[in-house]
């Protein structure tokens, strides 16, 4: 399984860009980058996910540098609301069981 | 979107009982649907993975015979804890793949055992 590796936690002023890291340089080529956010006592949330290209949506920019092992979460304009734990998760598959792994994730604090 | 409704939100029971957690796929059709538990302060760990119509896929280490899992249909998909004791004590999550995600989670169930 390709392993993720993420700061254990940041903070970043209300109303600038959040950029988040993620280490997976042990990730396959067939393997999709998936972000997920988890706000205390609920369950997690889906942000984004991209393969190798580049990726924005509504809540954040995905950029996956072009040798595949890392990747950064852009949240452009943070809000209070977006502190929570932040997910980078590699989408293992493995004959058609398609998980996602959790790791330890990073806890972004958002500072009025 | 894709909405999972997972109940109860929370339960109490006492030790040596049994509970009953449902996960249920609200406006898609979800083959696999996924189980996790988490203890505070910590990630989330994937106890099993639940097809419909046919038998779980269990972690290393997560016991199946006190985890029952049943994916009767497309819809939904049910956790039993067996013989419930104070470490069972958790966060259980349900994930659902389908919908626009891929993957979608439900709220969660707070269970304490007492």
């Known amino acids: 399984d390709a392993k993720t590796t993420q700061p254990t936690s940041m903070d970043c002023a209300e109303g600038r860009a959040a950029n988040l890291p993620c280490n997976h340089s042990?990730?396959?080529?067939?393997?999709?980058v998936y972000w997920y956010r988890q706000i205390h006592s609920q369950g997690p949330q889906y942000i984004i996910h991209?393969?190798?290209n580049n990726e924005t949506n509504e809540m954040a920019s995905l950029i996956i540098t072009e040798d595949r092992k890392s990747s950064t979460l852009i949240l452009p304009h943070a809000t209070l609301r977006d502190t929570a734990v932040y997910y980078c998760?590699?989408?293992?598959?493995?004959?058609?069981?398609?998980?996602?792994?959790f790791g330890t994730g990073t806890r972004l604090t958002i500072i009025p | 979107g894709a909405v999972v409704s997972q109940h109860p939100s929370w339960v109490i029971c006492k030790s040596g009982t049994s509970v009953k957690i449902e996960c249920r796929s609200l406006?898609?059709?979800?083959?696999?649907m996924f189980w996790y538990r988490q203890f505070p302060k910590q990630s989330l760990m994937l106890m099993a993975t639940?097809?419909?119509?046919?038998?779980?896929?269990?972690e290393q280490g997560v016991e199946k015979d006190k985890f029952l899992i049943n994916h009767a249909s497309l819809t939904l998909s049910t956790l039993t804890v067996t013989s419930a004791h104070p470490e069972d004590s958790s966060f259980y999550i349900c994930?659902?793949?389908?919908?626009?995600?891929?993957?979608?989670f439900g709220s969660g169930t707070r269970l304490t055992v007492v």
């Open positions: 639940s097809n419909e119509g046919s038998k779980a896929t269990y």
């Open positions: 991209g393969l190798k």
């Open positions: 042990t990730i396959s080529g067939n393997e999709y």
């Open positions: 406006d898609f059709q979800a083959t696999t």
């Open positions: 998760i590699v989408r293992v598959s493995n004959f058609g069981n398609e998980k996602l792994t």
């Open positions: 994930s659902a793949r389908g919908g626009g995600s891929g993957y979608t």
